[in-house]
């Protein structure tokens, strides 16, 4: 049994504010940051469908990979706190910025822990740290991502120079702001199991940003092909899930010949 919440309010999830601002053509506009709401009207339909689960997966990619950390919480305490079977799962939430906090705070109108708990430009990292301060190796935690996704490091891009791009020197930049993430979590965390690829960007005629590797694989059909390392997303997901964590693709972080592979 699942739950998918839909997302479509650029708030990661957690928004909970009408945010009015001048668009590129001079007009009032008004975004409607409802992720918040939504979550939690979700909530409350899951726990009517699903009231008492033995075994939880809180699983998310891109935009839904900032929010398990973020959220995790909240669900295990509200809605199902009598579940102690749980592991939690993102699946491509990098993005590296220095105003997070600010815009968690002044924008997106978050909850007080939500924004307090935001202390650098990895927003991602933060949320878990805060989660793991308070449940520790209670619950499961599992991180993938490929080495140069082609589309975070464009919105690393965007948000650092205005530019919404990538090119070899972009994917760069990611790849060793994921080698650093992956250590961290490492460090917060040596149970956590880590799943690493690098299958090759195949959207270039849908989005035209060249170059570089996949952006997420959960729900797409490399979740289903082996890796590099010779294991399945889906292979190593179900075994984290049944209590077997473990790492793949990690080899992958050793690795910087970005123009020889790309």
Same mark, same amino acid.
């Given at each position: 049994?699942?739950?998918? /919440? ?19 053509? #001079?007009?009032?506009?008004? +975004? ?38 973020? %959220?995790?919480?909240? /669900?295990? @305490? ?43 430009? *990895? ?15 209670? /619950? ?31 994917? @760069? ?22 799943? /690493?690829?690098?299958?090759? *960007?195949?959207? +270039? ?6 170059? #570089?590797? +996949? ?5 797409? %059909? *490399?979740?289903? %092909? ?15 899930? *049944? ?20």
């Amino acid at each position: 049994n699942f739950v998918i /919440i839909t997302y479509a309010t650029g708030d990661f999830h957690v928004g909970n504010s009408e945010f009015p601002y001048e668009a590129e053509d #001079g007009s009032e506009q008004v +975004v409607h940051f409802h992720g918040y709401r939504n979550f939690q009207e979700a909530m409350k339909i899951s726990a009517k469908l699903f009231p008492d689960p033995d075994k939880l997966l809180i699983a998310g990619d891109s935009a839904g990979a900032f929010a398990v950390p973020a %959220l995790s919480g909240e /669900i295990m @305490e509200q809605t199902y706190s009598g579940c102690l079977d749980v592991t939690l799962f993102s699946d491509s939430g990098q993005l590296c910025y220095s105003h997070w906090k600010r815009t968690a705070r002044d924008i997106w109108k978050a909850k007080e822990d939500i924004w307090k708990s935001i202390r650098t430009p *990895n927003i991602t990292m933060d949320w878990y740290h805060s989660l793991y301060e308070k449940y520790g190796d209670r /619950i499961r935690y599992l991180y993938a991502s490929s080495t140069h996704d082609y589309l975070l490091s464009a919105y690393y891009n965007d948000v650092t120079y205005r530019k919404y791009h990538t090119d070899a020197d972009v994917q @760069e930049a990611f790849f060793h702001q994921l080698q650093d993430m992956v250590n961290d979590f490492k460090t917060m965390t040596p149970k956590c199991g880590v799943f /690493i690829n690098d299958w090759k *960007n195949m959207m +270039v005629m849908k989005t035209g940003l060249h170059g #570089g590797t +996949v952006h997420t694989a959960v729900r797409q %059909l *490399n979740f289903y %092909l082996k890796a590099r390392s010779g294991v399945t997303m889906v292979q190593w997901l179900f075994d984290a899930v *049944n209590g077997n964590v473990y790492d793949a693709g990690m080899d992958l972080l050793e690795e910087n010949d970005h123009e020889k592979k790309f």
